[in-house]
């Protein structure tokens, strides 16, 4: 069997409010926040490395990225993951979405055979969920987006319960097909020093535009349907009163507050 | 006659009525149509759909495309994209809205990747720009983005309920029902078999008069009791931010934001939230907004009417104390 995860380095969410719009440029100030595994992708990872260890699957890891997002693909190899591909290529550069998923779908033919392919759900970075299901339309193969539990992977066709409005969805699907995983699914495992070891000798593969031979009038900023017209540095500004002195005392300002907006 | 195709709604139904979010989205659909000067239209698939095809026509749709089936009760992503494709490739509409609901999250992306067309997701404002296109609005960084699709038709988004107002019925309004085929389809690759409804263990958040909301400075499991314990103090919806779920601590379901719930409390209580947009978003209109953070600089400092700068770990055990304090004074007295 073969497992297709999709991985993308996101700067860290834990800083994320460190990235500012430069008010003066409207460009985006990353202010050096180091770039790490987007956290579902982590739960998306896991599940593959479960079918690694429960049915001997191999595991590949596929990311679009700058070249810094080695790093993260490293980290998929030192967890366990068998392969890792970055695609990295300035032609790539500025894709929404839809030239993502494009992209993505493009590597993935060229990777082999695939049985199944995981993402996690959303990116922490506030783009879109839309990669995962578009990388499956490119394929022609079947979606299940937000599963949350495994409950038959035998055979063909999996069942699977995915979030849904009060309750879930429990859907059959057949592979191969993508899904997108939410963190209820698993727990990640954490880096082992073995782990790092091991992965020192996995070399990553680099691939560019030529080699996915790929339309570059498909790609990156040229290959997507939406643009980013503009960026302004608006808020809902409010006038803050600041609670002075000692813990005790802000503590007691604001239960008199909170009485006074009745809602003690 | 208008160079624009017609703007569309691809609504929901839930229990025999539409979806809020739907009317809402055909409320905003309605205005843009009229700035184009053309219909405002909505696309409604399920089984048994009388109730909300008069909803969307009160709500002020011209026109419901309606494919009304038991092959359709349930959401089934093949035979809905292959519809919704198939409607938007001879119709032609220039502008698809969905709501951001676990549907709609599913469907958008699978129909704008069909259509070969952009799809913004969970905008908090639409509007059209000079040139009479899309401007889609989205929360990042600390700003606002615009995204337009220039060129590729039609324009996609998804909205969250709550985002736009629930436009006034009016039952005497009539429009056109253009009824739709199903179409023959092979064995599908993907079926849902059924539809569970789980009991929900907490008051829906989008009723609670307060709010209490965690982030990532309650920086531990047991920091989180303590959010949780203001909110038993306080009998407040809990609620939080992107990093609490990431951490563990709080279920998706209680996320508050652009990709998560709206919520428009009295009273809302951010603690150890940074202020981010995706999260702040999604707080609309609340009437008393507090903050509690360790970092006096901090951006959510800008958008409450109260400002508490301390660490929320030591803050709120002794805020909740005296929360009961109060209320045993309260007894006391009566």
């Known amino acids: 069997m073969n497992v297709i995860v999709c991985v993308k380095a996101v700067p860290d969410p834990k800083e994320i409010c460190k990235i500012r719009i430069d008010p003066a440029t409207k460009t985006l100030l990353r202010c050096d926040v180091p770039l790490v595994i987007n956290p579902l992708d982590k739960n998306a990872l896991e599940a593959a490395l479960l079918l690694k260890e429960g049915r001997g699957a191999s595991v590949?890891?596929?990311?679009?990225?700058?070249?810094?997002?080695?790093?993260?693909?490293?980290?998929?190899?030192?967890?366990?993951?068998?392969?890792?591909?970055?695609?990295?290529?300035?032609?790539?550069?500025?894709?929404?979405?839809?030239?993502?998923?494009?992209t993505l779908a493009g590597a993935i033919v060229k990777a082999g055979e695939y049985d199944l392919?995981?993402?996690?759900?959303?990116?922490?970075?506030?783009?879109?969920?839309?990669?995962?299901?578009?990388?499956?339309?490119?394929?022609?193969?079947?979606?299940?987006?937000?599963?949350?539990?495994?409950?038959?992977?035998?055979?063909?066709?999996?069942r699977v319960l995915a979030d849904w409005q009060n309750g879930?969805?429990?859907?059959?699907v057949r592979l191969p097909a993508l899904l997108t995983i939410t963190r209820d699914l698993n727990r990640p495992r954490a880096l082992s020093f073995s782990g790092i070891l091991k992965s020192r000798k996995k070399t990553i593969e680099q691939w560019g535009r030529e080699f996915l031979d790929l339309p570059s009038e498909a790609l990156g900023a040229k290959g997507s349907p939406t643009i980013v017209s503009e960026m302004s540095t608006v808020r809902n500004r409010r006038d803050v009163k600041m609670l002075r002195g000692t813990i005790e005392e802000k503590a007691d300002q604001l239960v008199g507050l909170l009485a006074e907006s009745g809602v003690l | 006659m208008s160079s624009f195709g017609p703007v569309w709604v691809i609504a929901e139904q839930s229990e025999?009525?539409?979806?809020?979010?739907?009317?809402?989205?055909?409320?905003?659909?309605?205005?843009?149509?009229?700035q184009l000067g053309v219909n405002?239209?909505?696309?409604?698939?399920?089984?048994?759909?009388?109730?909300?095809?008069?909803?969307?026509?009160?709500?002020?749709?011209?026109?419901?495309?309606?494919?009304?089936?038991?092959?359709?009760?349930?959401?089934?992503?093949?035979?809905?994209?292959?519809?919704?494709?198939?409607?938007?490739?001879?119709?032609?509409?220039?502008?698809?809205?969905?709501?951001?609901?676990?549907?709609?999250?599913?469907?958008?992306?699978?129909?704008a990747a069909?259509?070969?067309?952009?799809?913004?997701?969970?905008?908090?404002?639409?509007?059209?720009?000079?040139?009479?296109?899309?401007?889609?609005?989205?929360?990042?960084?600390?700003?606002?983005?615009?995204?337009?699709?220039?060129e590729k038709r039609p324009q996609m988004a998804t909205v969250a309920r709550g985002v736009f107002a629930?436009?006034?019925?009016?039952?005497?309004?009539?429009?056109?029902?253009?009824?739709?085929?199903?179409?023959?389809?092979?064995?599908?690759t993907v079926r849902t078999l059924e539809i569970v409804r789980e009991p929900v263990s907490d008051g829906q958040l989008e009723d609670a008069r307060v709010i209490v909301s965690g982030g990532a400075g309650a920086g531990s499991a047991e920091g989180w009791e303590a959010v949780r314990e203001l909110c038993r103090e306080l009998g407040a919806g809990l609620a939080c931010t992107r990093p609490a779920v990431d951490a563990g601590w709080a279920p998706l379901e209680s996320m508050i934001?652009?990709?998560?719930?709206?919520?428009?409390?009295?009273?809302?209580?951010?603690?150890?939230?940074?202020?981010?947009?995706?999260?702040?978003?999604?707080?609309?209109?609340a009437k008393l907004m507090i903050a509690v953070n360790n970092d006096p600089k901090s951006p959510v400092f800008e958008q409450v009417d109260l400002g508490v700068a301390e660490d929320c770990r030591e803050f709120l055990p002794v805020l909740a104390s005296k929360i009961r304090a109060y209320r045993e004074s309260r007894k006391a007295c009566v």
């Open chain 1, 60 to 102: 590949t890891v596929i990311s679009m990225g700058p070249p810094p997002a080695e790093t993260i693909v490293k980290e998929c190899m030192a967890l366990g993951a068998d392969r890792g591909i970055l695609l990295s290529d300035r032609a790539f550069g500025g894709a929404d979405a839809f030239a993502t998923a494009y």
């Open chain 1, 117 to 158: 392919i995981l993402c996690g759900m959303a990116s922490s970075d506030g783009a879109t969920e839309w990669v995962g299901p578009q990388i499956a339309t490119f394929l022609g193969i079947p979606a299940v987006t937000m599963v949350r539990k495994f409950e038959s992977q035998e055979g063909a066709a999996w």
């Open chain 1, 168 to 172: 879930y969805r429990r859907v059959e």
């Open chain 2, 16 to 34: 025999c009525a539409a979806e809020i979010v739907s009317l809402q989205l055909v409320g905003k659909a309605r205005q843009l149509a009229e």
């Open chain 2, 40 to 111: 405002c239209e909505s696309v409604l698939l399920g089984s048994n759909l009388g109730g909300a095809v008069r909803d969307l026509l009160a709500s002020g749709a011209d026109r419901v495309y309606l494919a009304d089936d038991p092959r359709l009760e349930l959401y089934q992503p093949a035979l809905y994209s292959e519809i919704i494709c198939m409607l938007a490739e001879k119709w032609k509409p220039e502008i698809i809205l969905m709501g951001s609901t676990f549907m709609g999250r599913e469907l958008a992306p699978l129909v």
């Open chain 2, 114 to 150: 069909r259509l070969r067309t952009g799809l913004a997701a969970h905008c908090t404002g639409l509007r059209l720009d000079r040139d009479n296109r899309l401007e889609q609005l989205i929360p990042a960084y600390g700003g606002l983005m615009s995204i337009v699709c220039p």
């Open chain 2, 166 to 188: 629930t436009p006034a019925r009016d039952a005497q309004r009539k429009g056109e029902i253009v009824a739709v085929p199903v179409p023959e389809m092979g064995e599908p």
């Open chain 2, 257 to 285: 934001g652009q990709s998560g719930k709206m919520v428009s409390p009295e009273v809302y209580i951010g603690v150890g939230v940074s202020g981010e947009q995706q999260h702040m978003v999604g707080v609309v209109g």
